[in-house]
């Protein structure tokens, strides 16, 4: 694991990657600085970060795009599996190369509330809980980058599904306010969720018999489930898009509260998505 | 040691190795021989861990390679078909990572990164980067991956494809050169190739061992051999000694000029030369004399169309779809 962490960040600062993502992340919070603390004067610079979540979303799929698709198009996948380490190894190396590089830029923000400490009153605690909270949304958004990067060889593609994924990940919330929050909506809603997992699963597997079967009991649970009470499926597509969102997590920080379930959330997300990617390196080797 | 036992891999319906079971010895060069989509690679990445079977069993010195990949995996060096090469790195970094990646640290991993560049001859170059080296030179900068973490085993995929002739040689004497202090298990469809460098053959075809033996044993015994005689008659009066003489099966008669005869012969039983004796002396009794006598070895070549072919037929007499 520790050759593959050495070489990746080997390969991110010996190519641009690493300083271009750096670069623009650290305009984007120096932007969000001079708007917030210096020019509107205010003292909390955690809504600096939280002006920047978006930037995230158009970031981090540049970032992680060629993670795992450029070595199955250069076949360097197969040296992968012929080296005595396993996927795992593999993944995680990956994983927390991508996150040094984002914590490069990270620890210079972090110096900015101290800064801004010598010339007023500044809130260190709330200012330092959202920057950790930004640091975890980041490594959940990475994690989830490397899982799309690992679906596909195509780099370009793999950033256009995160950006995309990402993207509507942000605006769910918003989103979630126009979409049908009656339980007929919910249900209909649901039953084009179980569809579209049958056509994962289908593709993952090539198993008919699997593929059908995981549609019909999900299908046959969600009508029992709604003929039984109606009114759990009330407004249950709303909050399952506020409930899954990655970006609504990190408001709880920005207005000063430490939500231990965030944290918990985005361990889960990181730990989810790190253990999908290895299960689709692991089918490339099954099929 | 390489044990296989019953290997068999399926893509969906396509079987692509069917029941293959065969034993690498350790200390020699093995051949492994095939059309092209005979099921090599395939093999090849199932034996170094690369790929899952279907069915079957691989041992490397009794480590299973799907049960306990680390060990297994120690003891062999891949290269496959592509090289599996990062292009914006040099040859030594690219290597160095390799080293560490087989778990060499400090000074073991700078004494065999000088090992292996010295045997793979390529380091004069090996601060170029690798995007920019030759098409042979990458090839040797994928074999000293493999020799990287000194493999007993070594296994090269068709080590030799799109090089130019002095490449191939190039590659050829490293391959020997490899074969004096490792087991080394290499893939070709080029006979001449195998023919030159290999102590033993495994000819695969349709996912199928068609042969595993020496190449002199498979000359010998895969096919018999044939005489060739060119007789100054015209043919109705060579036939008569040709009758005469009893280890002999005529195959072809010819007439290459107005008054010559030329015959193609199978020669029954072992003793070639009695039959050619044979042959001699009841031309000479006729008085027809004997313009050409040759013996025509059957090469590797024809062993490798008949044995290919000899599968294809048995898959197509149990009905099998000819197209897989």
């Given at each position: 694991?520790?050759?593959?962490?050495?070489?990746?960040?080997?390969?991110?600062?010996?190519?641009?990657?690493?300083?271009?993502?750096?670069?623009?992340?650290?305009?984007?919070?120096?932007?969000?600085?001079?708007?917030?603390?210096?020019?509107?004067?205010?003292?909390?610079?955690?809504?600096?970060?939280?002006?920047?979540?978006?930037?995230?979303?158009?970031?981090?799929?540049?970032?992680?795009?060629?993670?795992?698709?450029?070595?199955?198009?250069q076949k360097t996948d197969q040296l992968l599996y012929s080296l005595p380490i396993n996927t795992t190894q593999v993944v995680v190396g990956k994983y927390l190369a991508l996150l040094t590089v984002y914590l490069i830029p990270l620890a210079l923000v972090s110096v900015y509330p101290l800064i801004f400490s010598r010339f007023g009153d500044v809130y260190l605690p709330s200012a330092y809980g959202s920057i950790f909270a930004f640091f975890l949304m980041g490594a959940a958004l990475i994690a989830l980058g490397v899982f799309i990067s690992s679906l596909t060889d195509n780099q370009g593609l793999a950033a256009g599904i995160g950006m995309a994924v990402m993207l509507f990940n942000y605006f769910s919330?918003?989103?979630?306010?126009?979409?049908?929050?009656?339980?007929?909506?919910?249900?209909?809603?649901?039953?084009?969720?179980?569809?579209?997992l049958v056509a994962v699963v289908y593709t993952l597997t090539k198993n008919e018999n699997l593929a059908f079967a995981v549609g019909i009991v999900l299908l046959l649970a969600v009508m029992g489930v709604y003929f039984l009470d109606v009114e759990a499926f009330d407004n249950l597509l709303p909050r399952m898009m506020t409930a899954l969102s990655l970006f609504d997590r990190f408001g709880s920080f920005v207005n000063g509260v430490f939500d231990l379930t965030a944290v918990v959330f985005y361990l889960t997300v990181v730990v989810l998505f790190l253990f999908l990617s290895v299960q689709a390196m692991e089918k490339r080797r099954y099929n | 040691m390489i044990e296989v036992e019953h290997l068999t891999k399926k893509y969906g319906d396509v079987t692509a190795v069917s029941d293959l079971s065969f034993t690498i010895e350790p200390g020699q060069i093995y051949g492994f021989l095939?059309?092209?989509?005979?099921?090599?690679?395939?093999?090849?990445n199932i034996m170094t861990g690369c790929l899952s079977a279907t069915e079957g069993h691989v041992r490397i010195d009794g480590y299973d390679i799907f049960e306990e990949p680390d060990k297994a995996k120690r003891l062999i060096g891949y290269l496959p078909e592509q090289p599996p090469l990062y292009l914006n790195e040099t040859p030594l970094e690219y290597l160095r990572f390799v080293g560490e990646a087989k778990g060499l640290r400090g000074g073991a991993l700078n004494e065999q990164l000088q090992e292996v560049l010295r045997q793979t001859g390529i380091d004069g170059v090996k601060h170029r980067r690798i995007g920019d080296l030759s098409k042979g030179y990458r090839q040797r900068v994928g074999i000293a991956q493999a020799l990287l973490g000194n493999p007993q085993m070594i296994i090269l995929d068709e080590p030799t494809v799109g090089?130019?002739?002095?490449?191939?040689?190039?590659?050829?004497?490293?391959?020997?050169?490899?074969?004096?202090?490792?087991?080394?298990?290499?893939?070709?469809?080029?006979?001449?190739?195998?023919?030159a460098i290999c102590d033993k053959v495994l000819i695969i075809s349709k996912g199928h061992l068609a042969a595993f033996d020496t190449p002199e044993n498979l000359e010998r015994h895969m096919t018999s051999q044939e005489i060739i005689l060119t007789a100054d008659a015209p043919q109705d009066r060579a036939v008569d000694p040709l009758t005469k003489v009893e280890w002999i099966q005529l195959l072809e008669l010819t007439e290459p000029e107005p008054g010559l005869t030329r015959a193609r012969l199978k020669a029954e039983g072992e003793d070639l030369k009695e039959a050619l004796r044979a042959l001699f002396f009841a031309f000479a009794e006729e008085k027809i004399a004997l313009l050409e006598l040759t013996v025509e070895k059957a090469s590797l070549e024809k062993i490798f169309i008949e044995l290919t072919e000899f599968a294809e037929k048995e898959e197509q007499s149990y009905g099998g779809d000819p197209e897989t």
């Open positions: 694991m520790a050759a593959i962490l050495k070489h990746e960040l080997k390969s991110y600062f010996h190519s641009l990657t690493a300083y271009v993502f750096g670069a623009f992340l650290l305009v984007f919070v120096g932007l969000g600085t001079l708007r917030y603390n210096i020019q509107a004067a205010v003292s909390n610079f955690e809504f600096v970060l939280q002006y920047c979540a978006l930037v995230l979303a158009i970031l981090v799929p540049i970032l992680t795009m060629r993670v795992i698709s450029e070595e199955r198009r919330v918003s989103l979630s306010e126009y979409v049908s929050a009656t339980a007929f909506g919910s249900v209909v809603a649901l039953m084009v969720l179980v569809l579209l | 095939g059309p092209n989509g005979a099921g090599k690679s395939t093999t090849m090089l130019d002739p002095l490449q191939i040689i190039e590659i050829r004497d490293l391959i020997k050169e490899l074969g004096k202090t490792h087991t080394v298990i290499f893939s070709s469809h080029i006979l001449s190739e195998v023919q």
